[in-house]
């Protein structure tokens, strides 16, 4: 199964991928390394066949939600440090910090794909301020938090 994170938010959330590198924008689909490849892409809670938005997962309180997953995404005691692991949660840092600051409160989470409604396992509130480092990102399987300004 795949690891997922969730991000929502009272305000609409970017979409789309982040963090490509590609050789030029002429040959947006070529990159010199795999790190210029590595990426986050998030996608939103819309299904735009039914024309509504659904929730990722019930411990949700915001209606505007995005999820990515990746493999260099790790869990707590799975960091290994690499370039690609730095790369993507600096990436992710950079969406959480933007996404904060527009609005104020975010609620983080991740979870193996089709277990999001399973209990959390552990819940906290922590103010940005707290986040150092991308790698104060790294969570625990099934773990909520609730990030303010």
């Known amino acids: ?28 689909n070529v990159f010199k390394t795999e790190l210029d490849f590595t990426h986050l892409y998030f996608e939103n809670n819309y ?16 209606k ?8 260099f995404l ?4 799975q960091v290994n440090g690499n ?3 730095e790369k ?8 959480l910090e933007e996404a904060v600051q527009a609005s104020g409160i975010i609620e983080y989470f991740t979870s193996l794909n089709g277990k999001e409604y399973l209990p959390i396992s552990h819940k906290r509130s922590i103010r ?9 990102l790294v969570m625990e399987d ?8």
Request: with cysteine.
């Open 83 to 85: 370039s690609m692991e």
């Open 74 to 77: 790790p869990l707590k005691y």
């Open 128 to 136: 940005w301020a707290d986040i150092k480092t991308s790698y104060d």
């Open 64 to 71: 505007h939600q995005v999820a990515a997953s990746h493999n």
């Open 47 to 62: 299904n735009s066949e039914k024309k509504a938005r659904f929730t990722y997962s019930a411990h949700f309180s915001f």
């Open 1 to 28: 199964m795949t690891q997922y994170i969730y991000i929502a938010s009272p305000m609409r959330l970017p979409t789309g991928s982040f963090g490509l590198n590609p050789v030029s924008p002429e040959q947006p």
């Open 88 to 95: 993507c949660l600096t990436l992710l840092y950079s969406y």
């Open 142 to 149: 099934l773990e909520f938090w609730e990030i303010t300004l």
